[in-house]
């Protein structure tokens, strides 16, 4: 039985990792969950699962829930602080971490310190600090598997070759909602047609990255340090069907694609039985119902967060992490009508460009530069 750390349970990934694992009772149980607003769904969930904790990372209105949990013998934790401690008080033996934004960092770390796997959906993680991790995940023998579409498609994809066997990996965007839309008519898109992806159901924050691509940006970092490569060897294509999740290019020539239905279970349990494959309830390809794959250059011109990933991700040091914090602020604000579409990556861009980088930058140092990057565009908003 392998007991799982679940974060971000009430999520779009937590609830397919949910699904996933009630498809399979007899090898897996939630041990700990956490949620940072849906208290009932929590609740619920601890009630029928019987974790050995529960964890809301937002105090209010948590009361109640907290006195019906503890009669039930399920600890609680509470606030960002609350997760560190789980995590160090209980027994699990894999982190699925599908926490959104920065929050999820220290999780992620204090899992790989303690010696367990972890099957990570937080991309900010790698985003902020992959070189850390990196460094953590050597020193503790851990492995960490990704369960982005993309990066899981990257990861299983390249089991058919050797690291110094790869070209260049080749992550697919959908292009999301706007991208045949003309750049004059960005600045005047609302929240609600930003929040209409064509493809994937998401939360807010994601659905928002991936009309503005800042998503692929974040996701052009992240591969640089989960599959430790050069910049030059990660390309991004837009194919708006969604069904080449993303492709491993060898050096003699040969091109290996991860395909499927867009099903976020299907990376999810991936990760969560590797190295095995297990059956998933999903529907399944049939190429003969797919009447084209298209694949498109990105433009750049209209969509400038790819170029700030690039940047970023060859300047490295604590310039991803100043890049991430910047753009949630700015979606943020978007989200609550505070600025316009295309004032998101403005921001981004104006924060990166006042940044002093530090290289091989501490845990401190890469907080300190998500805290600086928050208040200048905090500033830039006000």
């Known amino acids: 039985m392998k007991r799982i750390a679940l974060l971000g349970a009430s999520g779009s990934i937590g609830r397919n990792t949910l699904e996933v694992i009630s498809n399979y009772p007899e090898k897996f149980k939630v041990s700990l969950l956490s949620v940072h607003t849906q208290v009932d769904f929590a ?7 019987k974790p050995e904790a529960v964890i809301f990372t937002d ?40 926490l959104v934004g920065g929050i999820g960092l220290v999780p992620t770390l204090t899992a790989i310190q303690q010696g367990k796997p ?24 851990v492995s960490l598997i990704p369960i982005d579409s993309e990066h899981s498609a990257i990861f299983q994809s390249l089991r058919a070759g050797n690291a110094n066997e ?126 084209n794959l298209v694949f498109k250059s990105p433009d750049t011109d209209k969509f400038p967060s790819l170029t ?20 949630e602020v700015a979606v943020d604000a978007f989200l609550n009508n505070q600025i316009k579409f295309t004032d998101i990556t403005k921001l981004v861009k104006m924060a990166m460009m006042n940044h002093t980088v530090i290289n091989n930058p501490t845990l401190d140092d890469v907080i300190a530069s998500d805290s600086w990057a928050r208040q200048e565009v905090y500033k830039c908003i006000s």
């Open 43 to 49: 609740v619920e969930k601890a009630q029928e699962l």
């Open 59 to 98: 105090n209010n209105d948590v009361y109640d829930a907290i006195d019906l949990l503890e009669k039930q013998n399920i600890a609680v934790y509470i606030g960002d602080d609350g997760l560190e401690e789980a995590l160090k008080n209980c027994h699990y033996d894999l982190l699925v971490n599908s």
């Open 118 to 141: 972890v099957a990570l959906a937080n991309k900010e993680t790698m985003v902020m600090a992959g070189e850390l991790v990196n460094s953590e995940l050597d020193k503790h023998n």
């Open 166 to 291: 790869i070209s260049k990996i080749i992550l697919t965007a959908s292009g999301g909602p706007f991208y045949d839309l003309p750049k004059e008519k960005l600045s005047s898109v609302t929240r609600d047609q930003a929040l209409k992806h064509p493809t994937w159901e998401m939360g807010k924050k994601i659905t928002i990255d991936s009309a503005t691509l800042m998503n692929k940006a974040l996701e052009i970092i992240e591969a640089k340090w989960l599959f430790d490569l050069d910049v030059s060897q990660i390309e991004v294509v837009v194919h708006p069907q969604s069904i080449i999740h993303s492709m491993v290019e060898f050096c003699d020539g040969s091109v290996i694609a991860q395909m499927g239905l867009p099903d976020m279970r299907v990376p999810i349990q991936f990760a969560i039985t590797y190295p095995e494959r297990k059956p998933v309830n999903v529907g399944r390809l049939d190429l003969t119902k797919v009447e």
């Open 308 to 327: 700030l990933g690039y940047e970023a991700a060859k300047i490295g040091g604590t310039m991803g992490s100043t890049l991430n914090a910047a753009n």
